[in-house]
Every structure is written in C-alpha cells, then in structure tokens.
C-alpha cells in the first residue's frame, strides 16, 4: 500500500471525527464536554501528522526545499496542534467551541492540501515503488499488517 493512500484512509476516519464534532459542538453544555472532545482529536491528529512529518515529508524535502509546500504543511500541523493545545486551559465555553472549531477548519482546509496537491505531488516525484515502501513504514508504525 502507497504512503498517500493509507493517510489518505486516515482522512476519510477523521472526516466523519469532524462532522460529528461539528453537529454535537452547538449542544455541549460544559466546557469539560469541549476539553474531552479536544483532547480525543488532538491525540489522533498529533499521530497522523508525526507520521506525514517523519516518513512522508523526509522523501520530499530533498526535492521541494525547506521554504516550499512542506513548510506549509508543517506550519499548518503546528496552527492545529496550538490551537487545539490551549483549549484545556479555556474555562468560558463559548470560547472553547471557537478554538474546537477553528482547530476542525484549518484541519479541513489543510487535508484539501495534501489531498489536491501535495500527495499528488509526492506520487510524481517520489514514484510508486517508493511510496509502497514509505507505505510499509507507515504500517510499522500503526502496528497494522498490510498484505
């Protein structure tokens, strides 16, 4: 299995994570129900984008230079990650909801990204022998077998 389509069957799951955060966030009476919620995204996002950063990213940098498309990706992942790190600090509720969802439209935003341009990039530079090894190293990581 290629890199880009296991991460891209990561983005189909957190999809239907945001959906159902974006239908449930108007309802949530405490702030406790928002930093529960944050907390569950922020642990599956933080090892999704480990993954991009440290077995995706290596293979591209050497071909798309320090300033281009990755640091966007990157600055993009630590935009999410910050944001998504202070909620457990917020006590006012509404200002909770706002970071939750800021935190669910740069992810959106940013998965468009990488789905629209950067992991069709990866496949015409990098190729599909190298993906499907980058993929196997994405299976180690996730503890997952893929035959």
């Avoid at 984008?49 to 798309?64: G, K, M, Q, T, Y």
């Avoid at 969802?101 to 341009?117: D, Y």
Wanted: aromatic content about 4%.
């Amino acid at each position: 299995m290629k890199i880009t389509d296991a991460l891209l069957g990561e983005h189909g799951v957190f999809y239907a994570q945001f959906t159902h955060l974006e239908q449930v966030l108007p309802h949530t009476e405490t702030v406790g129900e928002v930093h529960a919620q944050a907390a569950l995204l922020a642990a599956a996002l933080a090892t999704h984008a480990r993954l991009e950063e440290d077995v995706l990213f290596p293979s591209l940098d050497p071909h798309l230079g320090p300033m281009g498309p990755l640091a966007v990706m990157r600055a993009e992942h630590n935009e999410i990650e910050g944001t998504l790190s202070r909620i457990p600090d917020v006590d006012d509720l509404v200002e909770a909801r706002g970071l939750l969802v800021h935190a669910l439209q740069v992810a959106r935003q940013h998965f468009a990204k990488e789905e629209q341009v950067l992991f069709p990039m990866a496949g015409q530079i990098l190729g599909e022998e190298t993906l499907t090894q980058l993929g196997a190293q994405w299976a180690e990581r996730r503890s997952v077998s893929v035959l």
